[in-house]
């Protein structure tokens, strides 16, 4: 079956240590895209991809980084200069820009 | 810059009750309007979505028109079940652009 599939679904990390999500797509689409929700807050965007070796900054990147380094695949890494990493992160992807298709979130709790 | 307004949460209901869930928007021009749900524990679904003025989506049950008059997207089913027991988000999308802006979202809970 196609899907985006992130991992791990639980992640602990102490304060100060750097954290990569996983975010793998066998949809084939180009874009694909990390959202950040917090309770009450909605979804926020981090950053995006419309193709391989591209990306764009969303509006929240300030202590995070991304590559996409192939079309399946757009790991997220969390430095430790984000002050409140502690969230659900959801990564999703799209063909067209009318619909993103959205994995099952990993949430992060920073100890 | 745009942005997405829905009504606070959260909304609890019996099953069989009519639910309507606001959602008004600001933004230039004609955007695309989306709902998303979201099931306990699981990532954002696409429930339906209408891409100009006076548009109806509609998706298991549920409807929205996209009114451009009042900025408005609201949500409606006649006869919730248990099973829509979700977070439900509206979302908008500028022509052109990749980005969607969305609601803080609004819990729905159904009662047997």
């Known amino acids: 079956d196609g899907g985006i599939t992130q991992s791990p679904k639980y992640l602990f990390r102490k304060e100060g240590q750097n954290v990569t999500l996983s975010c793998e797509q066998n949809?084939?689409?180009?874009?694909m895209y990390w959202y950040r929700q917090d309770p009450g807050q909605g979804l926020r965007l981090i950053y995006y991809?419309?193709?391989?070796?591209?990306?764009q900054k969303g509006d929240i990147a300030e202590g995070y980084s991304v590559s996409r380094e192939k079309k399946e695949s757009f790991p997220l890494t969390v430095t430790s200069a984000q002050k409140n990493p502690t969230a659900f992160y959801l990564c999703?992807?799209?063909?067209?820009?009318?619909?993103?298709?959205f994995g099952p979130g990993t949430r992060l709790t920073v100890l | 810059g745009d942005s997405v307004t829905q009504m606070e949460g959260p909304v609890t209901l019996s099953e069989e009750a009519f639910l309507t869930i606001n959602c008004t928007y600001t933004a230039t021009g004609y955007p695309s309007l989306f709902w998303y749900v979201q099931y306990p524990g699981e990532g954002l679904q696409l429930l339906l979505k209408a891409t100009k003025a006076d548009d109806k989506g509609s998706n298991k049950g549920f409807e929205a028109t996209y009114r451009k008059e009042t900025t408005s997207f609201h949500l409606e089913k006649g006869s919730v079940q248990v099973s829509d027991s979700a977070v439900y988000f509206c979302a908008l999308r500028q022509g052109g652009s990749e980005k969607l802006v969305f609601g803080k979202g609004t819990k729905l809970t159904v009662n047997p």
């Open positions: 999703a992807s799209s063909r067209t820009v009318d619909e993103q298709f």
């Open positions: 949809l084939n689409h180009d874009a």
């Open positions: 991809s419309q193709i391989v070796n591209d990306f």
